[in-house]
């Protein structure tokens, strides 16, 4: 995929590839590693698309990263699991998260926008075989939805780690794409009578709600009270 | 792509085909029309993925719904609406949208989780090429971000709607997917002294921040104060 619009990156940057450079508003792309990192590891759920009997087909689900390695794991008998199986050459992917910060609202309809963020990783996924590499992922996985809670639940036995496939898709083909700021109305639609502006949106947590049948002397854990 | 498997609709509800019954988790599957437009109707991006070049792309993008119908924009020189030109036969494509409304804490490591709301369409993009449905598209797109706005904006002039394409995508092959409640550990895991609930996610909305060229005699409208 790489043409002659592809770069060497310069420290803590990913390279550019021909589909990492939009066509439009690539002034909002960014290659940046921390910047790429910070937006993944914000989101609890990534859009996972793939091809399927010729078709696309994009899948919700969760997600892990360590290091440039992203990991998402399901049943061994799901379809894109499967699909990677470990005998097959990996199943190309694209996996994309978004973060809406705010809804921009221009004096035309034409400049209405949202304020995000996002993150898009193309590359082929592949069937974790290694079983300490597969724990690590599953780790990562734990800990993504709540830091350090993979410490505080019972590790995946066996039968558990049988059941669950992993796979791997390393950060190599990525990139960010972010909007930030105010309406960018034309200048002669300045005096027209519209209020214009961000509407931010704010997301948080809610207090946490025990499971039915929690033993109440167990007490909330502190990672859970500073979230 | 329809088989055996494909039922009639009852009233309200959505066909089912093979590929909108899932392989995992099928309880989790709905096919009410009520309850897909909700999910729709509650989001500001969708992630739509398509084929280029036979590998996966998944695309976060506004949207807006008449009835059955979904609308996505862009210019008319972006990749896919390229690849949906009006006199290509559409652009097969696989919209999702996502909802994250917790995060469930098992005491098992395999049992975490979140709960959540998606729908997957799957179906053939077009492009609009009647001008009045293209308005009307227009117009469900700003009122997707705030409800009533399209009629508090300048509509599109004629050298904007040239430049805009919009694609119509049928609401017909479509499932909506949710996980409620709480953790479902196995009965052997009960005793352990791990603490176990789901943690909501709570979704808002900041003060509004006027453009910086707002004229200050212009007051914030109703329909955002009651956001």
């Given amino acids: 995929?790489?043409?002659?619009?592809?770069?060497?990156?310069?420290?803590?940057?990913?390279?550019?590839?021909?589909?990492?450079?939009?066509?439009?508003?690539?002034?909002?792309?960014?290659?940046?590693?921390?910047?790429?990192?910070?937006?993944?590891?914000?989101?609890?759920?990534?859009?996972?698309?793939?091809?399927?009997?010729?078709a696309p087909v994009v899948l919700p689900t969760l997600y892990g990263r360590v290091g440039d390695r992203l990991y998402v794991h399901g049943s061994t008998g799901s379809r894109p699991l499967r699909m990677a199986g470990r005998d097959e050459p990996g199943l190309e992917v694209c996996l994309t998260v978004t973060h809406v910060d705010g809804l921009v609202l221009a004096r035309s309809a034409f400049h209405h926008s949202v304020n995000y963020r996002s993150v898009m990783v193309h590359g082929t996924a592949r069937q974790v075989a290694d079983p300490e590499e597969k724990r690590t992922a599953l780790d990562a996985l734990v800990d993504h939805v709540v830091p350090g809670r993979s410490y505080d639940s019972r590790q995946a036995n066996a039968r558990e780690l049988a059941a669950t496939a992993v796979l791997r898709l390393d950060l190599d083909e990525v990139s960010a794409k972010c909007r930030t700021g105010g309406p960018s109305d034309d200048p002669e639609d300045r005096?027209?009578?519209?209020?214009?502006?961000?509407?931010?949106?704010?997301?948080?947590?809610?207090?946490?709600?025990?499971?039915?049948d929690l033993d109440p002397t167990v007490a909330m854990p502190d990672y859970l009270s500073v979230l």
């Fill in 1 to 54: 995929m790489e043409t002659a619009m592809a770069t060497t990156p310069a420290d803590g940057a990913y390279r550019t590839t021909e589909r990492t450079v939009p066509t439009r508003a690539s002034e909002r792309a960014s290659y940046d590693r921390d910047l790429v990192h910070s937006i993944l590891d914000g989101a609890y759920v990534c859009h996972l698309g793939f091809v399927r009997d010729g």
């Fill in 191 to 212: 005096s027209l009578p519209h209020w214009t502006g961000v509407v931010p949106l704010t997301h948080g947590y809610g207090t946490p709600i025990p499971a039915n």
